[in-house]
Every structure is written in C-alpha cells, then in structure tokens.
C-alpha cells in the first residue's frame, strides 16, 4: 500500500508564515516539507490562494495553517477547505505549525487533539516571589 502524501502550507500576513517556517525547520530540520505564503501589502489573498490551488495534489491530504480567523488569508481559503482532501486551521502558531509537521495529523480525532494541545501551549507564565527567612542560614 502507498503512503499517503501530505503537504501543509501555512498562510499569513506579511512574513509570520516564513518565520513559523523558518523556526520549524531550525527545530525539526531542514527535510521539512511545508510551504509558507505571506500576504504583503497591496497584494491580493485571492491571488496567493489561486498559487496554492495550483500546488494542491488530488491525491493529498493537505493541511493549510492560517494566521487569523477571519483573516483575508483565512477568508480567502475558505473555497479550497471545500475540497475532500483539504483541511483548513486557524491560529497559526509555532506549537500547531510543528506539531501539524511532525504528526501530520489528518481525522477529526487528530486534529481536534493538534489543536487542543496547541492551545495548552498558551498560557501566562508567572514567578512566585522568593520570600527570605531572616532566621533561617543558608548553610
């Protein structure tokens, strides 16, 4: 049986996608297989959908990674998650970008636990202040 092929592309405005990328492959290496498109301004989302369209095989699962729920980019590739074999997720980040690399998650059931554990990973990280004990020596 042939394995089935996966490709993940991560959209963005300006230049976060390039940099999830770039950080995903310093992390994971440099075999990554994953494509990143960044909306500049004055550009079209419109125009940057139609170049993934045409970089979509039939024969894939693809997973697209957007910036911004309700973002253009977002928006914008709303039609290609239509397909059967295409899937598309919101709130791209690094811990989603190299876990959807990593796993090449693909059900419901894997994606469902991609994004709750990408969400695990937003948190405030706080520091108890060291309160000193004048009685108590070091040694």
């Known amino acids: 049986m042939a394995e089935?092929?996966?490709q993940i592309?991560?959209?963005s405005?300006?230049?976060l996608a390039e940099g999830v990328l770039a950080a995903v492959k310093m992390i994971a290496g440099d075999?990554?297989?994953a494509t990143a498109?960044?909306?500049m301004p004055g550009q079209n989302p419109e125009d940057k959908i139609k170049e993934i369209e045409a970089k979509i095989e039939s024969d894939s699962h693809t997973l697209i990674l957007a910036d911004l729920f309700g973002g253009s980019m977002a928006?914008?590739?709303v039609q290609l998650a239509a397909k059967p074999n295409v899937r598309l997720i919101t709130g791209l980040n690094l811990a989603l970008a190299l876990a959807a690399v990593l796993e090449k998650p693909w059900t419901d059931e894997e994606?469902?636990?991609l994004i709750a554990r990408s969400r695990e990973n937003i948190r405030e990280v706080t520091i108890d202040p060291v309160k000193e004990d004048?009685?108590?020596d070091f040694f």
Request: charged letters at 25%; a neutral charge.
């Open 75 to 77: 928006n914008a590739a």
């Open 13 to 15: 405005h300006n230049k």
């Open 134 to 136: 004048a009685e108590e």
């Open 4 to 6: 089935t092929k996966y």
């Open 111 to 113: 994606i469902n636990k």
């Open 37 to 39: 498109y960044g909306l």
């Open 9 to 11: 592309f991560f959209i």
């Open 31 to 33: 075999q990554v297989e």
